[in-house]
Every structure is written in C-alpha cells, then in structure tokens.
C-alpha cells in the first residue's frame, strides 16, 4: 500500500549526511526512525510565513529554543484510531503497531503551554481546530 503522507525518503547514511551538511532545522529520532525538518522553514519564516510541521513530543524543547514563538498543538486520536491508521499506513506489523501504542504519549515537558486537538472523528472538524488555533496564536 502506498503511503499518502507528503513525505520525503531517504536512507541511514544519506539523512547523516544532510544532518552534517546542515539541511536539517530540526532532527530527532522516534519509532527506529529518523526524522528531520528542513532547514527551508527558516526562509518561510523569515517571510512572515505560517508553517506547519508534524514532529515528536521527544523534540518540543528544541523546537521552542530555536522558534521561541511556536505553537505547540497537541493532535490526539483514540486508540482504536490510531491503531487503525497507523494499520492503513502499511509500515508496521499489527504487533509493532500494538506495541507502539502501548509506549506512545511521552509526556508533554510541565512548562510547555499545549493546544489539544481531538482528530477521533472526521478530518474536517480536527482542521478546522487547527486553523482556529493557528489564527489565534
């Protein structure tokens, strides 16, 4: 099944290297894999941009250091959800997806103030909160 995430590939030692070339505004690791923002944020930043990024809890300090103005939106779904979507991405076994569930939800840091979204239902109604929440930061 092919993934409709807006996503971009890479291997082990490629990621590595663009990590060093600097082409990463932020990296982290989750679920045995690497994750990284490119660096192209700061341009649309820089030009009053809103942007919009799907990251870990595990990197919401870095984040808040390097963009102290960021919005941190919490987007949770109930575990029969997720379990489902995460099925329907067709990357991990019913038994990984199990036993991600069953570690997932790192806790949010104590000093970070959190917009908390609920996407259990239907898309439109977690967007729109989401665009409520963006207009009002």
Request: proline share 4%.
């Amino acid at each position: 099944m092919a993934s409709l995430e807006d996503h971009d590939s890479i291997d082990v030692a490629g990621f590595e290297a663009a990590k060093a070339r600097g082409e990463f505004a932020l990296t982290w690791e989750a679920h045995g894999l690497s994750y990284g923002i490119p660096i192209s944020i700061e341009t649309e930043l820089a030009a009053g941009r809103t942007v919009v990024m799907n990251g870990s809890r595990r990197m919401i300090g870095d984040a808040q250091a390097r963009y102290p103005r960021c919005l941190v939106t919490l987007i949770t779904a109930d575990p029969e959800v997720r379990a489902k979507r995460l099925a329907g991405r067709g990357r991990e076994t019913e038994a990984e997806i199990t036993e991600r569930l069953r570690h997932e939800g790192a806790p949010v840091p104590d000093d970070v103030e959190v917009v908390r979204i609920d996407n259990s239902g239907d898309l439109a109604t977690a967007v729109a909160a989401l665009v409520r929440a963006l207009r009002q930061a």
